[in-house]
């Protein structure tokens, strides 16, 4: 049995540290049961399995958050966070360890790699210009601001302008072996469009080293080495993978025993730190990179994704009349379809129900104008169509699919009462033929 014991296989695997500005919402939810499902399956085939989750407590938002408040950073980010703790156990989560960057283990962590990388001279000091995102805690250069219109590319909220002496992280001298690693490995990053998106739009056209130190708030982990600056929120999160195994700690055994993760389970909008500030610093740090990194797409209300900052969220702590209503009507209302990349079909949920369901019959019968659904998805690629149009015809489509079931359903109604009667006279017989069994025991 020992042997046994010894020879199992370990499996590492991670939802993001979820931002605390506000309680978390069905997206979040989405994202950690995900998790739970492949991390519950792991377990049934016999592995070792570590599923961590947390929470990711700096940054400049959370500052401001609090003082609106009227309470400290700290006040604010125990509240939201109890409420994390509520929801897992309301979902049944299975995690294993659950991690707060305000821990004093992992701020150890981050101050000693921050150290460790400076030393190296990985990190350096200068100063920084550029536009910021708050919410986000991202910085966003001009020309990623001139594609999305002026505004963040992620929540398309409003960036404000810093300026600010700062320490910086020379991604640029990993950058190469970084895009050599995911040219190589296919499996790195998944699904693979995100990876063509980080190559395309990223890295080939080179990166910017990065900025990972603040000095016009406090509220984050100190540089060691200098008070006046708190590491960047992101440096300091991602290094959560690490912290809570206890790497460059007293104790690192369960470093040694899970890493490198076996899948990093992340939203498609933080895959960008993810899949090239993540491995770029484990590179630095002389690490195995993650075996995985997979962006899940977005549930989407209104055709926007859903926001704290936007406030179109859906909250399991709402009535459970409301959370259903919300969410069928993203399957059956043309208007609220989910659709995460307008005029790609790769991806695009109403192309994986018209897939599914549609025949080209259906084409004479709601759409004359296309023959079959591959010249439909010709179309739609070119830009030829609305999405609402699309979404109209997948609806007539889904109703269609749908009515042989409630006919069927109402039949099945229309008999209940004759199926009734033959169970409760079934249930009647079992009984007398109970009772005449036990007298016959009997004498």
């Known amino acids: 049995m020992t042997e046994i014991m010894k020879e199992k296989k370990t499996y590492y695997i991670t939802t993001p540290i979820y931002y605390p500005s506000a309680k978390l919402h069905i997206g979040h939810t989405y994202c ?16 070792d399995v570590y599923f961590l989750t947390g929470a990711d407590e700096h940054g400049q938002k959370i500052e401001r958050k609090a003082a609106e408040a009227g309470v ?5 980010v125990d509240n939201i966070v109890a409420g994390f703790h509520s929801l897992w156990q309301l979902m049944d989560i299975s995690n294993d360890g659950f991690v707060r960057t305000t821990d004093d283990y992992h701020v150890a962590c981050v101050q000693k790699v921050f150290k460790k990388l400076y030393d190296q001279g990985d990190i350096y000091k200068s100063s920084y210009k550029g536009m910021y995102c708050t ?3 991202a910085f966003w250069t001009e020309t990623q601001l001139k594609e999305s219109g002026g505004v963040c590319p992620d929540c398309g909220g ?11 992280l020379n991604v640029s001298k990993y950058a190469p072996r970084l895009i050599e690693y995911i040219e190589t490995h296919p499996e790195f990053i998944q699904p693979a469009s995100r990876a063509k998106e980080m190559l395309n739009n990223f890295l080939l056209p080179g990166l910017e080293d990065l900025c990972v130190s603040r000095s016009t708030f406090k ?6 080495f200098d008070d006046r600056h708190v590491i960047y929120v992101w440096f300091d999160a991602v290094l959560n993978y690490l912290s809570k195994l206890g790497y460059l700690s007293d104790d690192d055994s369960m470093f040694k025993k899970y ?16 899949t090239i500030v993540w491995p770029i610093m484990l590179m630095a740090l002389g690490l195995p990179l993650p075996k995985q990194v997979y962006g899940h797409g977005w549930l989407v209300l209104d055709g926007t994704k859903m926001s704290k900052s936007l406030g179109n969220c859906i909250y399991l702590a709402e009535e459970p009349e409301d959370i259903k209503k919300k969410v069928m009507s993203m399957f059956t209302d043309p ?6 990349d307008p005029g790609k079909v790769e991806g695009n949920p109403v192309f994986i129900y018209l897939d599914a369901f549609c025949r080209d019959e259906y084409f004479a019968e709601f759409w004359n104008d296309y023959s079959c659904l591959d010249e439909l998805k ?3 690629q070119r830009g030829g169509l609305g999405d609402v149009k699309v979404k109209k015809f997948l609806n007539n489509v889904m109703q269609e699919e749908l009515r042989p079931i409630r006919e069927r359903r109402k039949e099945w109604e229309n008999h209940l009462p004759d199926v009734l009667d033959i169970l409760k006279e079934g249930s009647k017989v079992a009984k007398e033929t109970a009772a005449k069994t036990l007298e016959d025991v009997r004498h």
């Open 378 to 380: 010709a179309h739609y």
């Open 335 to 340: 208007n609220h379809l989910r659709v995460e």
């Open 219 to 224: 509220w984050g982990v100190p540089v060691s």
């Open 158 to 168: 409003k960036v404000e302008e810093v300026e600010e002496e700062s320490y910086f």
């Open 135 to 137: 919410p986000c805690e």
């Open 72 to 76: 400290t950073p700290q006040q604010y």
């Open 32 to 47: 950690t049961v995900n998790t739970d499902a492949l991390a519950r399956y792991k377990r049934m085939r016999g592995y």
């Open 259 to 274: 890493w490198p993760c076996d899948v990093h389970i992340v939203g498609k909008e933080i895959i960008r730190f993810h």
